[in-house]
Structure formats: C-alpha cells, structure tokens
C-alpha cells in the first residue's frame, strides 16, 4: 500500500524561498567585497607604486665594434655607473679598447646572430636586425626589480634623472611603449608617424616587455623589407596592438647645423635625450661637442628639472621681451614679442635631408625665421657657471655671444652679463601631468652691464604678458 505524501504547506515553501534569497544575497555580498578588497589592497592599473628609481631601468645600447670606442666619450658623461644597469651592444669586440675606462662605462656585449632573418630593404644594411635583436637579449639577460627597459643608440645622449622623471608618470604594470618621431616631416612621411625613432631612445614597460620577448624573433620573419631596427620594434609591437606613448622630451634630431632654436624654445617638459651629435654644431660657441656636452652637464647636476625649461618675462622700462632657456641660453629682443610668438622655434637648422629647403612645412613644430642681418636678432647671452648658496638658491651666470653691431644706451647689446636667480625645480606628479610654466621678473639694477631676473612659480591668475 502506497504511503501518501504528505503536502507542504505554503509557510515551508515561503521559508525555502527566504533562504535562498538570503543564500544568493550573500553570495553576490561576498562577490563584490571581494573585488572591493582586491581594489583596495592591491594597487590597480591607474596608481603608480613606490617612486621610480635609475636603478628600476636597464638600457640596452646598440653600438659597433668601429663605432663604440668613438662614441663611448659621449656615454660616459652621462651613465652612473653605480646607479644604472645595462649593456652596449656590439657585432664583435672593439681592438685596442681602453679597458681601464670600463669602471665608467656600462658592459659590453656581443650580440647574438641574426644571420638566419632575411633582409631585402635595397642599399640599407642588415644589422639592423641585429640592432633591433637588442630589446629581445636585454629583456632576456635576466636582471632583477626591472620595471623599464631603455633604447638607445651609441650617440643617443641621456639626461637620467629627466628620463626616472618622465617614466614615473606611468604605470610599468600596464603595456607602455614610449618615445618621440622626428622633428622633420619627411622623416616621418617616410618611415612612421607612430613609431618611437630608436636615435631619440624609447622606454618599454617591464610587463609588455616579458610578452615581447617571446614573440620578437617571428615578428622579424614578417618584416624583412623594412629599412631600421626601429621600424621593425615598432611593427611587433603594432602586432601586439600598442601604439607610442609620445613623450616630446625625446629627441631624435634630425636636423643638422646649429640646434640653437630647438634648445632655447624647448617644449614645457623635461629633456630626456638629444641625438646625432657627431652632425650638429657645438650648442655652446668656441667649445667643441664633447666640451659642449659637459659644460651643459654642469647645469644638469645642478637643477637637471629646469634645464632649457623656457620662461619668458618682459622688461617695462625699455621694453624688451627676455627668453630664458635655464642653463644653455638667454635671449633678449630690443621690443615687446607676442609671447606666442616667443615660444616658436627658430629655424637655425637644416632638416635631415640636405636636400630639402628649411620651410615651415618641414618640420613637426612650429618654426620661425631668423633675421638674415645678425644686428636684427635678439642678442644672446651663453650659459657660463652656476652655483647654489645655503638657503638652496641657484644662481646661473649667461655671458654675451659678441657681435660687432652698433647700439645706443637702451640696446640690450650694452649688456655683458645675464644673472639668474631660481629655486631647484623638483617636479612632482602632479606638475608632470599638468605641466604650467614658471614666470620670471626683471630686478631692479643699477643700469650698468649686468641684467638680474629671477624665476619663480606663477601666482594662481597671473598672466605673462607684454605691458
């Protein structure tokens, strides 16, 4: 005999139905205090760990065996040995190296080879792809606490504290490729407007750089037609979907002659790396490149933020606009100059090709001409010395360039000396972000041949303007 179910009352399935809810209540509860407490207690893609050290970055130098032992003067002024880490890379061993610089200079190693890749780019030549191996065997050498990973060419010239600087605005955590195109238009027509130009350097974050790694060498099978090590950086990375990071810090340089107008009218962020410096003129007159370099250094070691940061004041009484490129040049106009105007660059240069004219057109920034009369242009005072007193100011002293042009009484031709007076720039995130430039004012002097500004932070509505 079948034993009757007993019917559930309608309060048991009210109760069942109580408890479930509670159940997936506290489900989802739990679901969501958990990512709450991942969000919380690990740093997400957006914040910036523990500030960037030189130590965090590792460089890998391309170089040759004929090349190196010229270029390794350039290097040395820059690399700290007991701060950095990295490698130049050569296709064999120099002769007749100095091996007793080698305590100031960063190791050498012997690429690894790359005769099994096929290159067809007409009149250009395959070590390119031995250059462009350099990002795989730098990654692949196995330093620890690696959070970027530096490219650059033998004259590629860094200024290390800009470059932590610069980086430290961005999270290695994420897949970061960074660096500068060219100044000239052709050479972006010709090669990418999009790709980092390896002379400028280029940084890649440690977490794109592990996946790099390991797919490089078949993305060097795709690209056989290409010109340059760089191109062929780029287009793997262009495979794994990551665009440039520009960074206008990162100069490639190809312009050739005097980089004057390029230094005094630098964009408001800090310099990262000039390059090509065996094809431009001395930056400073009566010095020679390498002379030149360390002279600038002078000036880095000292506020390495502030250098060629531009900051433009106007003088009431006799109506002159003054330029500043703090540590490498002072200008000063006999007349007010729109401040726009004031921040366009000079065209001292030549584009890369030296077949092209200099136009406006040429280059990626705005340009302007020089007075072809020399007595027409803003006289020009050259970084000389810069010292700090105890209360941490730093003092800059800016010696005429001469000329032989006449001039009256309220010519700034009269003057011999430019004294700057500014506090260290120490630039935090915040300032890198949102970059304002800094404001200057003509002290008042005796009106003998030495003109004193001083720089200093702009007030919260203060506007730079001719009076």
């Known amino acids: 005999m079948a034993i009757p179910h007993s019917p559930i009352k309608p309060q048991s399935s009210s109760k069942l139905t109580t408890f479930f809810l509670i159940s997936s209540s506290l489900c989802i509860g739990y679901f969501f205090s958990s990512v709450f407490l991942l969000r919380t207690f690990h740093p997400s893609s957006n914040q910036i760990s523990s ?137 972006n027509r010709r090669f990418n407007f999009e790709m980092g130009f390896g002379g400028a350097g280029f940084a890649i974050s440690q977490s794109l750089a592990k996946t790099l790694r390991n797919v490089f060498d078949s993305c060097l099978e795709r690209y056989p037609h290409l010109y340059g090590s760089d191109c062929r950086v780029h287009s793997c990375l262009a495979e794994l979907g990551v665009k440039l990071t520009h960074e206008q810090g990162f100069h490639q340089v190809d312009l050739r002659g005097n980089i004057f107008g390029l230094l005094a009218s630098h964009p408001l962020t800090p310099l990262v790396t000039l390059h090509h410096l065996d094809y431009i003129n001395p930056i400073y007159p009566n010095k020679t490149i390498g002379e030149s370099l360390k002279h600038l250094f002078k000036a880095v070691e000292m506020d390495p933020h502030r250098v060629v940061q531009q900051s433009v ?131 008042p002097s005796t009106g003998g041949e030495v003109l004193d500004i001083a720089i200093r932070e702009c007030k919260e509505e203060e506007l730079i303007h001719m009076h």
């Open 51 to 187: 500030p960037l050290s030189l130590h965090q970055i590792v460089f890998g130098i391309a170089s040759n065996k004929d090349s190196w032992p010229k270029r390794k003067d350039y290097v040395k002024i820059w690399w700290k040995p007991n701060l950095m880490r990295g490698c130049v890379f050569v296709d064999d061993i120099p002769q007749n190296d100095d091996a007793s610089s080698s305590s100031s200079l960063p190791a050498v190693c012997v690429s690894a080879d790359t005769s099994r890749f096929r290159y067809t780019y007409r009149r250009g030549s395959r070590s390119a792809i031995r250059v462009a191996r350099v990002v795989l065997e730098t990654v692949a050498a196995g330093h620890s606490n690696v959070r970027w990973y530096v490219f650059g060419d033998d004259d590629t010239f860094f200024f290390p504290e800009n470059l932590v600087k610069t980086l430290s605005k961005y999270d290695d955590g994420l897949w970061y490729y960074i660096g500068s195109n060219s100044e000239t238009y052709d050479q």
């Open 313 to 443: 004041c106007y003088d009431r009484w006799f109506s002159w606009t003054i330029s500043v490129s703090w540590g490498y040049a002072v200008q000063i106009y006999d007349r007010h100059v729109f401040l726009t105007d004031a921040f366009n660059v000079q065209r001292t240069f030549t584009p890369w090709k030296k077949e092209l004219k200099a136009e406006p057109g040429s280059f990626v920034m705005n340009t302007m001409e020089i007075h072809e009369d020399p007595c027409r242009r803003p006289t020009v005072f050259y970084f000389d010395q810069v010292s700090s007193d105890w209360s941490g100011l730093i003092k800059s002293s800016y010696k005429k360039d001469f000329v032989n042009c006449s001039f009256g009484p309220a010519s700034p031709r009269r003057l011999e000396e430019v004294r700057v007076l500014s506090p260290k720039l120490n630039l935090d995130l915040k300032q890198l972000q949102a970059p304002r430039r800094q404001c200057c004012d003509v002290l």
